[in-house]
């Protein structure tokens, strides 16, 4: 009876399709077309978004390596503290069809989210799943909300590559583990893609560790671990000098700091990074106020109660895993899947401004937690027998949901205003970054009392936002809110004292108000600052005849001449 049982709940390989007897209707393969038609109807609301302020164009058309094309700019330069060339050669195809045209960059990411869903249904058909297990995987991946930050983001662009060069790697690999098939070409061909991947995002590192859970997924018979460690040598290898340059262009870029940043202890960090795999877990489940930005905030210098429960319940989840291993194997392969993908990208130490928590180091580890939910729904309705109805009925509400809040959240990353404000409404405004960056679009927008009004904000929020002064003082000069002006501009040049643009606008209020002597400090430091301006020589000029200095204001305006004609004969 148990060894019958045990058949019966044992995965089912996918089978040889059978021979269509004339007549019959057409034996269409619905576990693939529907998950991808749904990737591509679902995202293609995004396609109209626009650029974002959030990095979309110092990614794209401020990026030399994008607007150049050329091999000594894709692949001798970081940008934004990333070595990427594939991904900018993706860029680079967008801005050859559109230039800065959003389009184009949207149109790119859709295409290869879509194509990438295609890849994980022949991934899915490669592993030992239940014949009815593919479809709500590969459908989860390609309509979760969690993804939009990764697609709907155009500076987010290269998740979803090296996102597709890994499943092109994962299935060259399988193909070669495959008995039937075992040829070097396809363990060449996934190295092959596993180095494109890297060169497309860094995360990519950790593609030979999914490739240790894939093994253990299939049992594969007489892959000893000597075999193993032979197959996975060259993986880790490359993840390794892949790691060491990630290292070196964050620290070239200033974007690397330890595990004190931020204001958080070793002890914090290691309370962090056992907090957020389950914060991911919890989103996935349930995904709304989904942001472009999650905040680890601090209650009276400490924080909150549930990071320290935190370590016990992944210890929980380590030892179910194991109780489990083998009346309930998906529950350790699922949760090995997601961990082998997200491991890299916790939070150890900061990466930059947004790096410590994000919806799109999901893009792939959310694969597992899907395998995780479509197995266990599976597993509870073989058990609970008189209870499948109820189930169905619940896991059908829960896609429904799903299907409607990834709309939402496609739409949500339509310009910089919706997606920093959906931030701003759920609670995470990043000690006023994100009223920072609010107000800078909104003063593109012409909209000055709002952006002064969000600048102020920021500056509530952290008094030492120094570019909020400068923003906020330039607004209320063209105001003619001169006062106001001033003392921002003197807050700002107190944590800038090199920033020229702002010395020489602070000299320009100053002259206008009589305030002679203080005009002239400034334009002398603008001067001092940028030996080369002309406009400079002669706004000191003018302060000099105001206070009937003669002689030093010709020397001032003959030097403006000097500098003036020397440019033109450069040029």
Known sequence: MAKAQAKRNAPVRKSATPTPVQGDAPDYNWKVIVPVAAAALFFALGLGNEMTGLDDHASTVENPAVTSFAPDTIFTNFNLGMYAPITWIGYAIAYALGKD?????HLLSWGVHVFNTWLLCKMLERLPLRPAIALPVALLFAIHPIQAESVAWIAGFSTPLFSMFSLLGFNAYLRFSDESEQKTKFYLLALLFFVLACLSKSAAVTFPLTLAVIDWWRRPEGLTLQKQAIRYAPFFLIALGFGLLTIYTREVSGT???????????????LLVCYAPLFYIGKILMPWNLNVYYSFDKVN????????ITPFLLLLLGVLAWVWRKSAPFFWIGLAFF?????????????????????????????????????GVAYLKQKMSGSQTLLTAVSGIWVLAIALLCVRQVRIWKDTLTVITNAI????????????????????????PDAISDFSKAIEQDPTLREAYRSRGSLYAQAGQIDLALKDMEIYLKYDSVDVVTWNNLGQIYYRQGKFPKALQAFTKTIELKPDAAISYQSRAK?????????????????ARAIAQNKQQGE
């Not at 045209?101 to 960059?105: I, L, R």
């Not at 609670?427 to 909209?447: I, N, P, V």
């Open 425 to 448: 409404e759920n609670g995470y405004s990043h000690r006023g970054m994100m009223f920072l960056g609010r107000g800078t679009e909104m003063a593109d927008k012409g909209r000055f």
């Open 543 to 559: 302060v000099y005849e105001v206070l009937g200095d003669t002689a030093r204001m010709r020397a001032d305006l003959n030097q």
């Open 101 to 105: 045209s959003a389009f184009w960059y």
């Open 301 to 308: 210098g400490a924080l909150p109660t549930i990071y320290y």
């Open 256 to 270: 690397m700091v330890g595990e004190s940043a931020n204001g958080y202890s070793a002890f914090e960090r290691v």
């Open 339 to 375: 961990f082998s993908n997200i491991v890299i990208a916790l939070p150890f130490a900061s990466l930059g401004t947004f790096e410590l928590c994000a919806d799109h180091y999901n893009y792939l580890a959310c694969i597992g937690i899907f395998y995780l939910l479509a197995e």
